[in-house]
C-alpha cells in the first residue's frame, strides 16, 4: 500500500507564471505534458500516521511556504485506506517496494495533483528539493511576498543520482566558521543534493575540534599569533591573534543538522602531516620533541608526528572520540603533503624502520597509516586519506581522495579500493575563476565555471567491474585566503554547482549551453537565500588568432550565450552605448592595444566585470609554431598561446603555457625570411605552486627551418639567480 502526503496551497491576484522547468542538477528524465497546475492557499499537508522522518519533511515545506507567503499550512495524518483524500493537492507517496533508486523519486505534475514518490524518505527529501524548484523563485525567499498566484507546467520527473558520494569539503583549519554559518553552508549542499559533508578540522595553522582527554589541543592548538596578509610570496603578516574552534555539543548540533538535510558529516583528522596544531600542544609527539608552534604561514611544513607508540596512542585516543561523535561509516585522516625531512634525521625512525623491514620513509609513512587503518576498521568504520596514501603500499581498508590528479584513483580501482574524484584540475573551487586582475585574491591556479562542469570523473582506463570502485566526485574548499562566509560563497559558488550535476546527472544529459540557462535561475534562487555567489559567468575572456588577412583579431566571450559584449580600445570605460562586438569578425588589431569589454543585458545593465586586455602585435603575433614537447598538466587558458599577443601576467595562469619534465622546445615559423633584431620572452616562478624558472635559455635562427644556428644562449641559473640555482 502507498503512502501519501498532501499540499494544496491557494494564492490569489498576482500571477507569477513559470512554464519550465529549471532544475539543477538536471533530473535523469523529464517529459512535458499540457496544462499547468495552480497552487492555492487552503492548504493541507498530509502525512501517514508515525513517520517522524516524513513529518519533518513536511515541516521543512510548511515552514518555506510560510515564509514565503506568509500563509501557514496545516500537518495532518490522514488513513490511506479512505477514498477521496486524493482528489486535488501536492501528494508524496512512500513505496518501499518500488524498484526507485534508495535516492531517487518520481514527481508527477497533473493539472489537479502533484505526486511525489519515492522507495525511501531520502528520495522523498530530494524530491522535496526539486518540488522546491518547480516553484517560482520566490519560494526561497527570507521575505514574504503575499497575494502570489503560482503555476506549476505539467509533465513527469523521474530522476535518481548518478554516483552515492556527492561530496563537498570545507577547511576551518586556516579560517573558522561558526556553527551558525556552517548550518547555512549545509542548507546550501542540501538544496543542490550533496549528500557529504567534508569537514576538514585540523591543520599546521589551528585543531578546531574539542577532544576531551586532550585538553591542550583546543588550549594551545588552536590558536595562533597572526595570519599571513595578502599573497604567500609577499610574506606579510596581519600580526593579530586567530582562533576558534567547535565544542563537542557543537559538533553534535551540526551533525544532527546535517542529518535533518539527509548529508553525512565526515570528520578529518590530518596525520601524520599538517599536524603543527597539534605538536605545539603535545611536543613530545613530535621527533624534536620541543619548539613547535601553531603557524600562521600557509603551505607545508617539515614538523609532523613521530612514530612513537605514545603517538598512536594519542590519535587512537583521538579518534575514539572523534568515532563517538561521528555516526559517519567514513573517517579521513589525510595523509597528504608529509614531508620526510625530519624522519629522516630521527635516529628512531631510522632504526624503526630497520627493526620493520621498511625501505624509504615512503614505506614508513605506509606503515604508519596501516596502524591507523586497522584501528578504524576494528571500531566499525572506513578509513579515507588522500592519495599520498598509496605511496609505499597502500592500507588494505583504505578509500583513496584523488587529488593529484586523476592517477590516484585509477591506481586505487585497479588494487580494487574504492575513490572518490577530487583532483585540482577542475575540484578545487579556492582556485581562480576569472581574470585575477579584477577578483579577490586567491591561492592561484585558474578553474573557470566551464572547466569545472566539463569534468569526466569517470577514468576511462578503467574495467566495468574497475568503475564500480569510483563512488563519485567532490568539490574542495581550501580557506587559506578565505576569511569569510561571503567570499567563501563567492568562491564556492556557482562552480559547486557544476559540481553538484556532475555528481547527480548522468554524463549523456550533461550540455553546458543548457547548464547555464537553467544556471541564471539558480542564481535567482540563491540571491533570495543570501547567498553572495560569483557572477563572473558573466565575465569577457580573450583570445587571438590570425584571420584571413593575416591581421589579429581578438574573440571575445562569456558564458552567457544571451549577454551582449560592448568594447572600446580608447582606454575608456564600455558602456551601453559602446562598440557591439562582431563575433564572425572579432575585434581587428594592427598595432598594441588595450581591449576593454563587458557583457550588458537588453535593458543596458552591466552584468560581469570590466576586463581589460593588454595585446601586443609583432613579428610573432599570430605565427603559427611547433612543440616538441606537449605541456603537462596544463593549467592556462589557450594550449598554443605564445604568440597570441597575450603578454603573460603574473597573477592569471591563464595566460602561460607551462611544461613538467620535460623542456619547452618550440620552433617558431616566421612566414618568411625577416630581420630579427631582439627577441623576448617571460617566464613565471611561483616556488609554492612548484613552477620555476628555467635553467638557461637557447635561441636558434634558421632559413630553412631544417638547420639552425645559435644566436644566444643564457645560463639563467648563473645569470640571473645564483643564489637559488639548486632550484
Given at each position: ?19 519550465t522547468?529549471?532544475i539543477i542538477?538536471k533530473p535523469?528524465k523529464?517529459t512535458?505534458?499540457?496544462?499547468l ?8 499537508i498530509?502525512i501517514?500516521q508515525?513517520?517522524?522522518?516524513i513529518?519533518?519533511?513536511a515541516e521543512?515545506?510548511?515552514?518555506r511556504?510560510m515564509?514565503?507567503?506568509g500563509?501557514q499550512l496545516n ?6 485506506n ?15 517496494n518500488s ?7 518520481t ?6 495533483a502533484?505526486?511525489i ?6 528520495g522523498l527529501?530530494y524530491?522535496y528539493q526539486?518540488l ?6 520566490s519560494i526561497y525567499?527570507s521575505?514574504?511576498?503575499p ?13 535518481a543520482?548518478?554516483?552515492?558520494y556527492?561530496?563537498?569539503?570545507l ?10 554559518y556552517?548550518?547555512k553552508?549545509?542548507?546550501?549542499m ?5 549528500n557529504?559533508?567534508h ?7 589551528g ?5 576531551k ?5 583546543t588550549?594551545?592548538g588552536?590558536?595562533?599569533k ?6 604567500y610570496?609577499?610574506?606579510?603578516y ?5 582562533g ?7 559538533i553534535?548540533?551540526v551533525i544532527r ?6 548529508i553525512n ?6 596525520m601524520?602531516g ?15 620533541g620541543?619548539?613547535?608552534e601553531?603557524?600562521g ?28 561523535l561521528?555516526p559517519?561509516?567514513y ?7 608529509c614531508p620526510?625531512?625530519?624522519w629522516?634525521e ?5 632504526d624503526l ?13 605506509s606503515?604508519?597509516i ?5 584501528f ?23 578509500t ?9 584513483g585509477?591506481?586505487?580501482?585497479k588494487q580494487n579500493?574504492?575513490a572518490?574524484?577530487?583532483p585540482?584540475s577542475?575540484?578545487?573551487l ?6 585575477p586582475?579584477?577578483?579577490p585574491?586567491?591561492?592561484g ?7 569545472v562542469?566539463?569534468?569526466e ?5 578503467l ?5 564500480k ?14 576569511k ?32 547555464s540557462?537553467r544556471l541564471?535561475v539558480q ?10 555567489f ?17 591581421q589579429?583579431a ?5 558564458t552567457d ?13 564600455p558602456?551601453a ?5 562582431n ?7 594592427t598595432?598594441?592595444a588595450i581591449?576593454?569589454?563587458?557583457a550588458?543585458?537588453e535593458k543596458?545593465?552591466?552584468?560581469g ?7 601586443f602585435i ?13 605541456p603537462?598538466?596544463y593549467?592556462?587558458g589557450e594550449k598554443?598561446?605564445?604568440?597570441n599577443g597575450?603578454?603573460g ?8 603555457v607551462g611544461l613538467?619534465g ?9 612566414g618568411?625570411?625577416m630581420?630579427?633584431?631582439r627577441?623576448m620572452?617571460?617566464?613565471?616562478r611561483?616556488?609554492?605552486?612548484w613552477?620555476l624558472?628555467?635553467?638557461w635559455?637557447e ?13 644566444q644562449k643564457i645560463?639563467?641559473?648563473?645569470a ?8
Amino acid at each position: 500500500m502507498k503512502k501519501v502526503i498532501f499540499l494544496i496551497l491557494i494564492c490569489s491576484i498576482v500571477s507569477v507564471g513559470q512554464q519550465t522547468y529549471n532544475i539543477i542538477p538536471k533530473p535523469t528524465k523529464i517529459t512535458p505534458q499540457s496544462g499547468l497546475f495552480t497552487l492555492t492557499d487552503k492548504a493541507k499537508i498530509l502525512i501517514p500516521q508515525g513517520n517522524n522522518e516524513i513529518n519533518a519533511i513536511a515541516e521543512l515545506l510548511s515552514e518555506r511556504v510560510m515564509v514565503a507567503t506568509g500563509f501557514q499550512l496545516n500537518i495532518e495524518t490522514y488513513d490511506p485506506n479512505k477514498s477521496g483524500q486524493l482528489s486535488t493537492g501536492v501528494a508524496f507517496s512512500l513505496d518501499k517496494n518500488s524498484k526507485i533508486p534508495e535516492e531517487g523519486y518520481t514527481i508527477n505534475v497533473s493539472k489537479s495533483a502533484i505526486s511525489i514518490t519515492a522507495s525511501t524518505t531520502k528520495g522523498l527529501f530530494y524530491g522535496y528539493q526539486t518540488l522546491l524548484q518547480i516553484l517560482p523563485t520566490s519560494i526561497y525567499s527570507s521575505s514574504t511576498t503575499p497575494n502570489t498566484k503560482w503555476t506549476i507546467p505539467c509533465g513527469i520527473i523521474n530522476d535518481a543520482p548518478r554516483y552515492a558520494y556527492r561530496g563537498l569539503m570545507l577547511d576551518v583549519g586556516r579560517h573558522f566558521y561558526t556553527t551558525d554559518y556552517i548550518k547555512k553552508f549545509i542548507d546550501i549542499m542540501a538544496m543542490h543534493k550533496f549528500n557529504q559533508f567534508h569537514w576538514h578540522l585540523t591543520e599546521d595553522q589551528g585543531w578546531r575540534i574539542e577532544i576531551k582527554k586532550y585538553p591542550q589541543l583546543t588550549a594551545i592548538g588552536s590558536k595562533r599569533k597572526q595570519t599571513m596578509e595578502g599573497h604567500y610570496s609577499e610574506q606579510r603578516y596581519d600580526g593579530t591573534p586567530y582562533g576558534g574552534y567547535y565544542t563537542q555539543e557543537e559538533i553534535k548540533e551540526v551533525i544532527r543538522y546535517a542529518q535533518s538535510k539527509y548529508i553525512n558529516v565526515i570528520p578529518e583528522i590530518e596525520m601524520p602531516g599538517h599536524a603543527l596544531a597539534a605538536l605545539a600542544a603535545y611536543p613530545e609527539l613530535g621527533c624534536k620533541g620541543s619548539g613547535y608552534e601553531v603557524t600562521g604561514t600557509w603551505g607545508v611544513h617539515d614538523d609532523v608526528f613521530c612514530p612513537y607508540d605514545k603517538t598512536f596512542e594519542f590519535l587512537e585516543n583521538v579518534l575514539t572520540e572523534v568515532i563517538d561523535l561521528f555516526p559517519s561509516k567514513y573517517i579521513h585522516i589525510g595523509g597528504d603533503e608529509c614531508p620526510k625531512t625530519t624522519w629522516k634525521e630521527s635516529k628512531f625512525c631510522q632504526d624503526l624502520m630497520k627493526k620493520e623491514g621498511l625501505k624509504d620513509e615512503h614505506e614508513l609513512q605506509s606503515y604508519f597509516i596501516k596502524r591507523i587503518d586497522k584501528f578504524i576498521t576494528s571500531k566499525g568504520r572506513k578509513m579515507i586519506g588522500w592519495d599520498e596514501i598509496l605511496e609505499g603500499g597502500i592500507s588494505p581498508n583504505a578509500t583513496i581522495m584523488s587529488w593529484r590528479g586523476i592517477e590516484g584513483g585509477v591506481a586505487a580501482a585497479k588494487q580494487n579500493h574504492d575513490a572518490i574524484m577530487t583532483p585540482t584540475s577542475h575540484c578545487y573551487l579556492d582556485y581562480y575563476q576569472s581574470n585575477p586582475a579584477s577578483e579577490p585574491l586567491a591561492i592561484g591556479g585558474y578553474l573557470p565555471l566551464e572547466k569545472v562542469y566539463s569534468y569526466e570523473p569517470m577514468p576511462k582506463e578503467l574495467s566495468a567491474e574497475q568503475a564500480k570502485r569510483i563512488l563519485g566526485v567532490q568539490g574542495n574548499i581550501w580557506t587559506e585566503y578565505i576569511k569569510t562566509p561571503e567570499k567563501l560563497e563567492y568562491m564556492a559558488f556557482p562552480r559547486a554547482t557544476a559540481i553538484a550535476e556532475i555528481g547527480w546527472s548522468q554524463p549523456e544529459q550533461k550540455n553546458f549551453a543548457d547548464f547555464s540557462s537553467r544556471l541564471k535561475v539558480q542564481f535567482e534562487r540563491m540571491q533570495n537565500m543570501g547567498i553572495n555567489f560569483a557572477k563572473s559567468y558573466y565575465d569577457i575572456s580573450a583570445s587571438s588568432s590570425l584571420n584571413a588577412k593575416s591581421q589579429v583579431a581578438v574573440k571575445l566571450k562569456t558564458t552567457d550565450n544571451q549577454a551582449l559584449i560592448r568594447y572600446t580600445i580608447d582606454g575608456t570605460e564600455p558602456t551601453a552605448k559602446s562598440m557591439a562586438y562582431n563575433p564572425n569578425q572579432g575585434v581587428i588589431l594592427t598595432k598594441d592595444a588595450i581591449i576593454r569589454s563587458a557583457a550588458f543585458n537588453e535593458k543596458g545593465e552591466k552584468l560581469g566585470k570590466v576586463l581589460d586586455k593588454y595585446f601586443f602585435i609583432n613579428k610573432s603575433t599570430g605565427k603559427t609554431y611547433k612543440m616538441a614537447n606537449e605541456p603537462l598538466k596544463y593549467t592556462g587558458g589557450e594550449k598554443y598561446g605564445l604568440t597570441n599577443g597575450v603578454r603573460g601576467e603574473e597573477k592569471n595562469m591563464a595566460t602561460w603555457v607551462g611544461l613538467e619534465g620535460k623542456d619547452l622546445d618550440v620552433t617558431l615559423d616566421l612566414g618568411q625570411i625577416m630581420e630579427v633584431s631582439r627577441v623576448m620572452m617571460a617566464f613565471l616562478r611561483a616556488s609554492n605552486s612548484w613552477i620555476l624558472y628555467p635553467r638557461w635559455v637557447e635561441i636558434k635562427t634558421s632559413v630553412d627551418g631544417k638547420n639552425f644556428e645559435t644566436a644566444q644562449k643564457i645560463d639563467i641559473d648563473n645569470a640571473i639567480r645564483p643564489e637559488n640555482s639548486a632550484n
